[in-house]
């Protein structure tokens, strides 16, 4: 098989994007700027409450590998969607961006395939509320072995421990991985998400994870501090190669006793934060998997989250390799 | 049944949109700019062959009465949609606008709700490929007579005369229009359908429309004509009330030997022209129908349109009742 630079396992989601106030979310339990999981009946309420919304594919891992098929990197995803409208829509958009695609979608009678309701405040941010449908559903047995070993990179979400099976493939993905002498990387995807599975993270990441990623929430939440110099040293000492991502103050890359600051990419107009640490994973691991040094690497993901957090949703509009190339951080 | 300003009746359709340039429409045979019916093999290779898409609600008329919501206005919407997640999609959207729908979806095993893609070029024009679906088989039975009865305007989309059932529903709604003393509006839809039902057109217009909606491509198409002036000059013969629109040049209003010409709304940038026409129509009928005059109702059409044309997708991002107040165009 041919080699791919990162192939990634995530939850396959298709986004509803609206628009709400502050006072909506408040209204309906929804915690700003955090994902909730949701089961079909509370996801249909609150989608009756919101107002008209858009849809375009998601998924975190999905998202990060679509931006490395968009800086030109060589990309695979794995997941599971089910044999309805909302499948197809994911199936044919991981596909467009030129991302290598075959999990099986899920026959007639299956849970439906797994939406987010993001509703975007007017100060861009999102707040996110999942109902996973048949995503969990994906079988280890779905782990396609070969395209895990193609990937110099196997690329992994924390949300997939929120469900027993997922969770199963998640393993069986990072086994593969390191009998194939491949980097794992783990993104922690969501401070409520590290809350909900913090010992196995910690776990994971000290004994199997290469590259971490985790925002500041995250990261806090995982060592249970309110300082992030504090969790920033603990990951060190835990962690071979992290990227922590601090919103508007850029992200700190730690490696061997080394931290690089990468200053944000200025942004006329933040429309929608939804999907920024999505694309800052896929700069950073383009950059890494394709042999660029930490800095340029960081700087790669800076310039994938200002072009997502400038429009609403979490796929790029431009082709991220020609913004790439116009700023000097790709050349070939 | 409270009173409504505008009821239409259309193909109930989620667009699907994404970006591709001119080779592309070359390849696939896509007349840059118009509509196309195709069937579901075709719409399959051609969303096959497309990159990445955005869904959002659409439907010429659907577009117009969610225009008319956004402006204020009370608007209902009578049309076809399948018990699928597209179906859901669309009756969500078309009610968390505040308008009035409940035509029933179809049951299982039924055609799917309609869809379109829509490629937009880097002009921002925009070039559709329909399948209908479902959306056809409204039948004239589900034409509500007492949602018909309870509005100043009926709109219809000729769009519905190219499958005779919808034309049934079509025909049996301009009846109970007219014997409810109700205003009946046209929009011509495109310069294709028009040439498919040259005649019949022609024969409604003058026995029973009250208000023609056409831009300059149809209404040349239906006098067969290359000159506007002349075709302007068959259509005031013709109609009570018509509004031509012409783009970047604006629109022309005919009524009792009278004519207003609008200018254009400004925009900053041509995003996606698509729903264009649609806006102007939500504009210049809720103008009418709450008893606004023939200027202020093109300018009201102007405005919505140009909100639309600034972004992608035909429904409105912003509440155009807002942009009317700030501009002085309504006032209550």
């Given at each position: 098989?041919?080699?791919?630079?990162?192939?990634?396992?995530?939850?396959?989601?298709?986004?509803?994007?609206?628009?709400?106030?502050?006072?909506?979310?408040?209204?309906?339990?929804?915690?700003?700027?955090?994902?909730?999981?949701?089961?079909?009946?509370?996801?249909?309420?609150?989608?009756?409450?919101?107002?008209?919304?858009?849809?375009?594919?998601?998924?975190?891992?999905?998202?990060?590998?679509?931006?490395?098929?968009?800086?030109?990197?060589?990309?695979?995803?794995?997941?599971?969607?089910?044999?309805?409208?909302?499948?197809?829509?994911?199936?044919?958009?991981?596909?467009?961006?030129?991302?290598?695609?075959?999990?099986?979608?899920?026959?007639?009678?299956?849970?439906?395939?797994?939406?987010?309701?993001?509703?975007?405040?007017?100060?861009?941010?999102?707040?996110?509320?999942?109902?996973?449908?048949?995503?969990?559903?994906?079988?280890?047995?779905?782990?396609?072995?070969?395209?895990?070993?193609?990937?110099?990179?196997?690329?992994?979400?924390?949300?997939?421990?929120?469900?027993?099976?997922?969770?199963?493939?998640?393993?069986?993905?990072?086994?593969?991985?390191?009998?194939?002498?491949?980097?794992?990387?783990?993104?922690?995807?969501?401070?409520?998400?590290?809350?909900?599975?913090?010992?196995?993270?910690?776990?994971?990441?000290?004994?199997?994870?290469?590259?971490?990623?985790?925002?500041?929430?995250?990261?806090?939440?995982?060592?249970?501090?309110?300082?992030?110099?504090?969790?920033?040293?603990?990951?060190?000492?835990?962690?071979?190669?992290?990227?922590?991502?601090?919103?508007?103050?850029?992200?700190?890359?730690?490696?061997?006793?080394?931290?690089?600051?990468?200053?944000?990419?200025?942004?006329?107009?933040?429309?929608?934060?939804?999907?920024?640490?999505?694309?800052?994973?896929?700069?950073?691991?383009?950059?890494?998997?394709?042999?660029?040094?930490?800095?340029?690497?960081?700087?790669?993901?800076?310039?994938?989250?200002?072009?997502?957090?400038?429009?609403?949703?979490?796929?790029?509009?431009?082709?991220?390799q020609?913004l790439a190339r116009?700023k000097?951080l790709l050349?070939?």
């Open positions: 098989m041919q080699e791919h630079h990162v192939v990634g396992i995530g939850n396959a989601i298709v986004d509803i994007l609206g628009r709400c106030d502050d006072a909506f979310l408040a209204k309906h339990g929804c915690t700003k700027g955090s994902m909730q999981l949701v089961d079909a009946a509370a996801i249909s309420r609150l989608y009756d409450a919101m107002g008209p919304g858009v849809e375009i594919s998601g998924g975190s891992v999905a998202n990060t590998v679509a931006g490395v098929a968009s800086l030109g990197g060589k990309a695979g995803f794995i997941g599971k969607t089910a044999s309805d409208q909302f499948g197809q829509v994911f199936g044919h958009d991981i596909r467009a961006t030129g991302v290598t695609f075959a999990t099986a979608p899920a026959g007639p009678g299956s849970e439906p395939t797994g939406r987010c309701l993001v509703l975007v405040t007017p100060d861009g941010q999102r707040t996110m509320s999942t109902f996973l449908g048949v995503s969990p559903e994906l079988g280890d047995g779905e782990v396609d072995a070969d395209l895990i070993a193609s990937a110099r990179i196997v690329y992994l979400e924390g949300y997939l421990f929120d469900r027993p099976q997922a969770k199963a493939a998640f393993r069986r993905a990072a086994d593969i991985a390191v009998k194939a002498g491949r980097h794992v990387a783990l993104s922690l995807s969501d401070a409520f998400c590290v809350d909900r599975h913090r010992a196995e993270f910690l776990d994971l990441i000290r004994s199997r994870v290469d590259i971490l990623f985790a925002n500041e929430a995250e990261v806090t939440s995982l060592y249970q501090t309110k300082s992030f110099d504090e969790a920033a040293r603990r990951t060190r000492a835990d962690t071979k190669l992290a990227a922590l991502t601090r919103s508007e103050k850029g992200s700190v890359i730690l490696s061997d006793g080394k931290s690089v600051v990468v200053p944000p990419e200025p942004v006329a107009k933040v429309v929608d934060t939804t999907g920024a640490g999505d694309l800052y994973a896929a700069g950073f691991l383009y950059g890494v998997a394709s042999g660029r040094d930490l800095e340029t690497a960081g700087r790669l993901g800076s310039l994938a989250a200002a072009e997502i957090i400038s429009h609403i949703g979490a796929r790029p509009e431009t082709r991220l020609d116009a000097g050349t070939s």
